[in-house]
């Protein structure tokens, strides 16, 4: 498994959770499927697929995963349905449903499509590793690694990270090297 995207922590001092330790405390956010009326859930999934290990551990090395379930109700079909159950209660009051007689319409359709809407699954990985301090989220983008950390956090009660914080920017630093021609170390410019 390779992970694609990178968002860095810092693992502070504090972090002195062995797999066994981590595995115990990750219990306690076992994924669960959405309900009939849920839009979201959230929680840890065995990050290889082996039921009961929440903590994949080689060589002090931590690899969990957080699995995302979430519903797929397009405002455009509730807007589609909204349309005709409107349409049929102004023919039978005589008048066009005021704004609050259309939102309870629209929320109450929600209710009844939601059970019948399209799932979408994902996983994030989360790769630990105590002993050099860093903690890393497969994500492309901070809102997922923030659902992640969101989620560690309810686990663990704390969570000791830190954001890494460099000197320059890493678009700045590339930048840099593009217009001197040269890049440092083992990186070159072709």
């Known amino acids: 498994m390779w992970f694609r995207n990178l968002q860095i922590f810092r693992l502070t001092p504090d972090w002195a959770y062995s797999a066994d330790a981590l595995s115990d405390l990750l219990q306690k956010g076992l994924f669960q499927s959405c309900g009939a009326t849920q839009r979201m859930a959230r929680g840890w999934v065995p990050p290889r697929g082996n039921e009961g290990e929440l903590v994949f551990s080689v060589e002090r ?13 397009p405002a455009s079909v509730v807007r589609q349905y909204a349309q005709v159950k409107l349409a049929e209660i102004e ?3 005589g008048y066009k449903p005021g704004r609050k007689q259309t939102r309870e319409v629209i929320d109450q359709l929600e209710m009844e499509l939601l059970p019948r809407a399209f799932v979408k699954r994902g996983q994030t990985y989360v790769w630990i590793d105590p002993v050099n301090r860093w903690l890393l989220v497969d994500a492309s983008s ?15 009660g704390e969570l000791p990270v830190t954001l890494i914080k460099t000197q320059l920017a890493p678009a700045s630093a590339m930048t840099q090297w593009l217009a001197a021609g040269n890049a440092p170390g083992s990186f070159s410019v072709d």
């Open 142 to 156: 901070s809102v997922r690694a923030d659902e992640v950390m969101e989620q560690l956090k309810l686990s663990l």
């Open 61 to 73: 090395q931590q690899l969990i995963a957080l699995g995302v379930e979430q519903k797929l109700l």
């Open 91 to 93: 023919v039978a009051q």
